[in-house]
Structures are given as structure tokens and as C-alpha cells.
């Protein structure tokens, strides 16, 4: 059974920073790629930021210097750095396999107030 688990959410004011865990288990993330991505009520869920297999990143513009994915082969884990947080970076933030996006995570929660 696949299965991965995002963590590392919760509510930050405004220009703090997160650290969001993405762990799978019965995939190995060290040979496919990984993204995440953020929902907000009434838009789709849109990709944020991903890591594919060779360790190439990319980002949406509006995440662009603030945010970094990386990847642990060793703990089988991708991580995304979230700092100088804004509102509108608000949103559920999923894993997901790439690039069939085959497999999501149950999703955690990204609040930032004023």
C-alpha cells in the first residue's frame, strides 16, 4: 500500500516560516518526481513548487525566492521550506507523485494571518 503523509502545517503571522514534511511509504521518492501543490476555496489545486528525479526544482512565480523543495533519499521524505509567509499563501498543501500525480497525501493546512 502507497501511502504518503504531509505535516508541518499550522497558522503563522505574517513574514514567518514553515517547514512542511511530505513521507511516503511503499514508493521510493529517490526515482520519481514530487510536488506540491495548494488549494484555496473556490480555485483549483494548482502546483506550487516540485522536484523530479535528477533533483531539478521548479516554482510558481509567486513562491519564487520564498520557497524551496528538497528531497531526503534516506528517510524517503520532501520537504518544502516556506519563508517570508504571506495571506495569500493560505491554502491545504498536498504531496502528490509526479508526473501521473498518481498518489496525493491527505493534505495539511497552511494558515497566514495578518
Known amino acids: 500500500q502507497v501511502q504518503l503523509v504531509e505535516s508541518g502545517g499550522g497558522l503563522v503571522q505574517t513574514g514567518g516560516s514553515l517547514r512542511l514534511s511530505c513521507a511516503a511509504s511503499g514508493i521510493r521518492f529517490s526515482v520519481i518526481g514530487v510536488g506540491w501543490f495548494r488549494q484555496t476555496p473556490g480555485k483549483q489545486r494548482d502546483l506550487v513548487a516540485s522536484?523530479?528525479?535528477?533533483?531539478?526544482?521548479t516554482y510558481v512565480d509567486s513562491v519564487k525566492g520564498r520557497f524551496a523543495i528538497s528531497r531526503d533519499n534516506a528517510k524517503n521524505t520532501v520537504y518544502l521550506q516556506m519563508n517570508s509567509l504571506r495571506p495569500e499563501d493560505t491554502g491545504i498543501y498536498y504531496c502528490a507523485t509526479l508526473p501521473r500525480r498518481s498518489y496525493w497525501g491527505q493534505g495539511t493546512q497552511v494558515t497566514v494571518s495578518v
Open positions: 522536484i523530479a528525479s535528477d533533483d531539478r526544482t
